[in-house]
């Protein structure tokens, strides 16, 4: 690595490490009532941290980094993140002492200090950093060094939720592409990458890309597992959920029909392990598909229900049951009737759930599961509001001129005993001009359904509630709002 790499590399503000200050706190939001936008894909990052270890040191210097790194690993599983990026940072000052500036274990504490700052929003930071351990292992290793793997998939992450899925793609793709030279085309770690890469490419309206991938992983898995074996579920479970993201209802509801013959062939017609699939097919007849696909006729809503009470009748039934997966699927068969606006039979079911979670015993996790199930109203079904203005993201063009920002609507409620949105009203609009993304914003959670909050045992409303609604904009596209606005009120 030449000196002028050096330099460009640590000199960035990411990497002063004597001004921590400079990096900033992500813009959390915690707000009653409120659910995450969009489709967000996660990287690895117990595989990433894995990846990451320093190698045991010796010597006083190599010792404090070892204690160091294991401080690191220590703090981000207890969820101290502004600490763990401190000691991040001193990780990164350690390597640089004992092992060099151009070195292995440089990029792995480099990737550390990414991860945390990618679980606290920090993107461009996070990219810069993947993208400097990218770089050394490639000047120490090699371009297709297996040791790229997981910086690749970070910066990729990071790269989605930093607004550029177009960038994230191609990273995913880099990532395989390594995998196919060190394990062969056919290798089995390369499925969660696929995975990423088929989210990556729904997120960006690429529908038929993203089926070819979720084919891919569906080869894959069948070549390791063969067809029609308990080892094929868990695959087959996540494509259902892809599906389900996808709009493809249909192909989900085989999907689960499929896991669901499985383990009646393998395990029988009353094992718990039916519980789960029966309930996601169950809820499948909850939306519509949207593939376009006419060959299959939808059917009414309350066939769904006999799969519910099938996995009812199974989790309290089966020898091997315990309270939690009882009360999970009794939850499910209310909310089924909240989806069918049977408002009474739903808080009949849900009183069943709210007995099961109050009997007196030692087990203080039956109240946290009342507390966060039935003491407070739950979001049960949502639709995806539009992530920015106009028909393509604005960070795909946005250029220093006509740069991207941040908009907000944000609006309160309060939640029926009936599971339904009353007494909406928009509290803030920034900028006041976009009045489309209002409208929508309030149509969809105008549409939005709830579990109820209870109060020892009885349905009842609760109120304010806020959700908070996110967007992204070209300054070229405010002023065209603000053209539009004035035309309007000149006529």
């Given at each position: ?17 004597a001004v921590s200050d400079l990096w ?206 308990l080892e094929l579920i868990p695959s ?256």
């Amino acid at each position: 690595m030449t000196m002028n790499r050096y330099l460009r590399i640590f000199a960035a503000p990411i990497l002063m490490l004597a001004v921590s200050d400079l990096w900033a706190d992500g813009n959390l939001i915690d707000i009653k009532g409120s659910d995450p936008e969009g489709m967000v894909v996660p990287f690895s990052e117990q595989d990433l941290e894995a990846d990451a270890r320093i190698d045991s040191p010796i010597g006083d210097k190599e010792a404090e980094l070892a204690v160091e790194f294991a401080r690191f690993k220590q703090l981000v599983t207890d969820g101290a993140l502004d600490e763990a990026d401190s000691v991040a940072k001193r990780v990164i000052e350690l390597a640089i002492s004992t092992k060099g500036m151009q070195s292995t274990e440089m990029a792995k504490a480099l990737t550390n200090l990414a991860i945390v700052q990618s679980k606290t929003e920090q993107y461009d930071a996070a990219q810069q950093n993947f993208q400097s351990a990218i770089e050394i292992i490639e000047d120490v290793e090699d371009r297709l060094n297996e040791q790229l793997v997981n910086p690749l998939k970070g910066l990729a992450a990071a790269q989605l939720d930093g607004g550029r899925p177009d960038l994230a793609a191609q990273t995913y793709e880099r990532a395989i592409h390594v995998t196919h030279v060190n394990d062969g085309p056919h290798n089995i770690d390369q499925l969660g990458l696929l995975e990423d890469l088929s989210e990556v490419e729904l997120r960006m309206g690429q529908l038929d890309r993203a089926r070819e991938i979720q084919d891919t992983i569906y080869a894959l898995n069948v070549r390791a597992y063969q067809l029609d074996t308990l080892e094929l579920i868990p695959s087959l479970m996540r494509r259902g959920g892809w599906q389900h993201r996808a709009g493809l209802i249909f192909d989900e509801r085989a999907t689960y029909r499929r896991v669901v013959r499985i383990v009646e062939d393998k395990l029988g017609r009353n094992d718990l392990a039916l519980v789960e699939p029966l309930i996601r097919l169950g809820q499948t007849y909850f939306y519509a598909d949207t593939s376009g696909d006419t060959s299959f006729h939808a059917v009414q809503l309350s066939t769904g229900e006999i799969y519910f009470k099938r996995a009812v009748r199974i989790a309290a039934e089966s020898p091997d049951t315990n309270w939690k997966i009882v009360a999970g699927a009794t939850l499910a068969l209310g909310d089924f009737y909240m989806f069918e606006n049977n408002a009474q039979h739903a808080r009949q079911v849900y009183r069943s759930a709210w007995d099961l979670l109050s009997e007196p015993g030692d087990d203080a996790d039956k109240l946290e599961m009342r507390h966060g199930e039935l003491e407070g109203a739950k979001l049960l079904k949502r639709r995806q509001i539009p992530s920015f203005v106009g028909e393509i993201d604005p960070a795909l063009d946005a250029t220093p001129e006509d740069p991207v920002l941040e908009g907000t609507v944000r609006v309160t409620y309060d939640v029926s005993v009936r599971g339904r949105v009353a007494d909406l009203k928009l509290v803030e609009a920034e900028p006041p001009e976009f009045t489309d993304m209002q409208n929508t914003v309030q149509r969809e959670v105008r549409r939005r359904i709830f579990r109820p909050a209870f109060v020892d045992g009885e349905a009842v409303t609760s109120t304010a509630h806020e959700f908070v609604h996110l967007f992204r904009y070209r300054n070229s596209d405010l002023e065209a709002a603000r053209t539009a606005a004035d035309a309007s009120e000149e006529t």
